[in-house]
């Protein structure tokens, strides 16, 4: 694995984003080239955030000294409502200057603005010289969004909330009803299909 682009966030914003966090009275994860920094062992979703990505975090008293070079704060709670007015007003308050978007009901992911998965879909298109109406994304969670407006075809899973279903072309079946394969079975394959015969003029 090599790393092929990275977009930290100024050190200066980082900090301020830190403060946003702490004042809706959440924890803040900070993550920084392949190190993950936290204040407290025992806060909530860290034994689970360990098992998904392979490291355990390192406990510091304050991020002190941290804040340059950072790819990701998250804010995380579960309090789901604190976590959403978290997100609101990051995205209100640093407009332009960073994406904020929750990957989960209890996590709020701030990056970098070219650091999403809106900007990977863009990113894959020119690498691959495929153009975005011919690629096709599939999420539930807030964060999905910005791909799905990057994408020629969107396809939100039904366990999705209700805003994120809007923002998509088709919703497919629950994660938990073979969701992924009926999504390629009935909105994927016949697109292109579609997009095949077009090209070749019939």
């Not at 994860?29 to 979703?45: L, M, T």
């Not at 978007?101 to 879909?121: C, E, F, I, M, W």
Request: hydrophobic share 40%.
């Amino acid at each position: 694995m090599t790393l092929v682009e990275q977009h930290t966030l100024p050190a200066s914003v980082a900090a301020r984003v830190i403060e946003t966090v702490v004042a809706h009275g959440l924890p803040a994860w900070v993550y920084r080239g392949k190190d993950w920094f936290i204040r407290k062992r025992e806060a909530p979703h860290v034994a689970r955030e360990e098992s998904t990505v392979q490291f355990p975090p390192t406990v510091v008293p304050s991020f002190e000294g941290l804040l340059d070079q950072v790819v990701k704060i998250v804010a995380v709670s579960d309090d789901l409502d604190a976590v959403k007015r978290c997100e609101s007003d990051t995205q209100t308050a640093f407009a332009g200057q960073v994406s904020a978007a929750r990957s989960q009901p209890y996590y709020l992911d701030v990056t970098h603005p070219s650091a999403n998965k809106g900007a990977v879909v863009t990113w894959m298109s020119n690498a691959m010289r495929i153009p975005a109406e011919q690629i096709a994304t599939m999420g539930d969670q807030p964060n999905d969004v910005l791909m799905f407006a990057k994408s020629g075809l969107s396809i939100a899973v039904a366990n999705a909330s209700p805003e994120v279903q809007r923002e998509a072309t088709h919703v497919t079946t629950s994660n938990e009803e073979e969701g992924f394969a009926n999504a390629v079975e009935r909105f994927i394959l016949p697109a292109a299909r579609t997009s095949d015969l077009t090209r070749h003029g019939h």
